[in-house]
DNA sequence: AGGCAAACATACTACTCGGTATGTTGTCAA
DNA sequence: TTGACAACATACCGAGTAGTATGTTTGCCT
C-alpha cells in the first residue's frame, strides 16, 4: 500500500495501460489480442512487447492499476473521524462514482476477480492471482469494520455478515454491468445515479435515512 | 413463451449443452474451444458439430436454456394471486435459488448479456442477441410491475425506479459472483443463504418486515 | 441378409495469435 | 563523425482453433 511510492510510470507506459483497458473491457482476456491493442493505440506489437513482457502481465498490470483506483476511491470514506454510517455513506460513495468514472478499469477487474477461469496458470501468475485476492480481501475488511462497528452502536442491522456483505458489494459494483458511460452525463447528473445506487446499498443494511453530506467536514 | 411448446431434445443434445455450459463458465465463450468441450464429454469434435451447427449456436443453446430457467425460478411468484409484497418474495426467492442451483448455466447467462463485447457479430448472431435482449426486458418488467405496484400501494419504497431496479436486480444475481457450490451444503443450508439475499434485497425497497412464507398458499 | 441413414471419429485446411528475432530510426554523448 | 542505446516496426515461427470433408460404426427396417 505504501511500497511502491507512486513512481511515475512513462508517459507511453500509461497509454497503453489505458488502451489495453479498453479493450479488455469490450472483450474480455481471451478475445482481446494483443494486435488488437496495438491497433486500438495505432502501433504494432512492438511497441506493447518494449514495455510489457507479456500479456498476462499487460493484464496484470490493468488489474493492478484498477486496484489502486479501487482502494483511492473508499480510503477518504474509512479513514474519516466519523460515526460508522457517516464513513459508510463516504465509501460507498466513493465506491459507486469510481466505478462509474473508471468504467473500463473496474469491469476489467471485476473479470478478473472470475479468472480463476484460468485454471491452468503458470506458478508465477498464480503469485500475483494470490496478491490480488489478498487485495481483494483486504478491500472487503475494510467494509466489514465499519459495518461491524455499525452493528455494534445499533444503526445498522445485520443477519448473515457474510452473505450480507457480499450482497452489499455487488449491489455496489452494480454499475460497472448496467451503467454506459453517456457523454452527455454532467457530474451532477452522475452523483444522482450515484446516490441512488448508495441509498438501496444502505438501506440493505437497515441504515434508513440517510444524511446528507453536504455538512460533513473532512477528517483525519 | 408458449411457442416452443417443450420439445423434448436427445439425451445428447443434453449432455453436449451441460458440458458447454461447464466449460464456457470456467473458461469464458473465447478461451473454450470445441475440442475442450468434446474432451469434457469423452468425445471428439464430431459430435457436438453433428448437433450444433457452430460454436456460437452452441453458446447460444446454452443461454437459450439459461433463460428459461430464469423464467422458470421466478414464474410462480410472478403468477401467484398474492400481495405485491408476497409476490415480490416468492419471486426473489425463486431467482436466488435459480442463481444457485444452476450456477454454471447463469454465469454464462450473465456473461452473454455482457456480450456486445463481440462487437463485430454477424447479421445473423445480432438476431439472436436482439431477441436476447428482448427476453431480458421482458424479465425486468415482470419485477417492475410487482414493484410498481408494491409502490402504489405503499408497502414499497422507490426514488429512481431505473437505477433501483438494476441495484436491485444485480444484489439477487449475486450469487453468480461470490457462491460457489458446496457438495456438503444441504438444501437447507442453501435456503438460508438465499433467505439471506432475499432480505438484503427487499429492504433496499423498504420492505423491512419480511413475512413467513410457509403459510401462503400457492395462487393460481 | 442386406441396405441405409443416423451418429459419430479422424484427417485436413486455412487462419489467428503469442512470442521472438531482427531490422530501422532517432537521439545524445564523447 | 561515430558509436551506442532506447524505442519502436517488421518478419517470422510454432501452437492452437473453427469448420469441413470424409471415413467408420451402429442400429433399424424390410
Redesign the pocket.
Same mark, same amino acid.
Not at 482481446?32 to 488488437?36: A, R, V
Given at each position: 500500500m505504501l511500497a511502491t511510492a507512486k513512481i511515475a510510470k *512513462?508517459k &507511453?507506459y500509461e497509454e497503453i495501460l489505458v488502451a489495453a483497458a479498453e479493450c479488455f473491457q469490450k472483450q474480455g482476456f481471451s478475445a $482481446? %489480442?494483443?494486435? $488488437?491493442v !496495438?491497433r486500438h493505440l495505432g !502501433? $504494432? #506489437?512492438? &511497441?506493447i512487447?518494449?514495455y510489457f *513482457? %507479456? #500479456?498476462?502481465d499487460l493484464f496484470n498490470a490493468v488489474r493492478d492499476r484498477a486496484m489502486e483506483l479501487a482502494f483511492d476511491g473508499i480510503r477518504e470514506g474509512y479513514d474519516a473521524k466519523l460515526s460508522p454510517v457517516e464513513r459508510l455513506h463516504l465509501m460507498t460513495l466513493g465506491h459507486v462514482k469510481c466505478m462509474m468514472l473508471h468504467h473500463s478499469y473496474m469491469q476489467v477487474l471485476l473479470d478478473g476477480l472470475q479468472m480463476q477461469r484460468f485454471g491452468a496458470t503458470t506458478e508465477f501468475q498464480r503469485e500475483a492471482m494470490e496478491r490480488h485476492l489478498h487485495e481483494r480481501n483486504t478491500f472487503e475488511t475494510w467494509y466489514r469494520e465499519v459495518i461491524e462497528l455499525g452493528v455494534a452502536e445499533g444503526t445498522m442491522a445485520v443477519r448473515s455478515m457474510s452473505v450480507t456483505l457480499q450482497s452489499f458489494l455487488v449491489a455496489l459494483n452494480g454499475p460497472v454491468f448496467w451503467y454506459r458511460p453517456r457523454e452527455g452525463d454532467g457530474e451532477e447528473k452522475l452523483n444522482a445515479i450515484a446516490e441512488e445506487v448508495v441509498v438501496f446499498a444502505l438501506k440493505g443494511l437497515g441504515i434508513d435515512a440517510v444524511p446528507p453530506i453536504s455538512t460533513i467536514s473532512r477528517g483525519a
Open positions: *512513462p &507511453r $482481446t %489480442s494483443i494486435d $488488437t !496495438a !502501433a $504494432t #506489437k512492438g &511497441r512487447y518494449h *513482457p %507479456s #500479456k498476462v
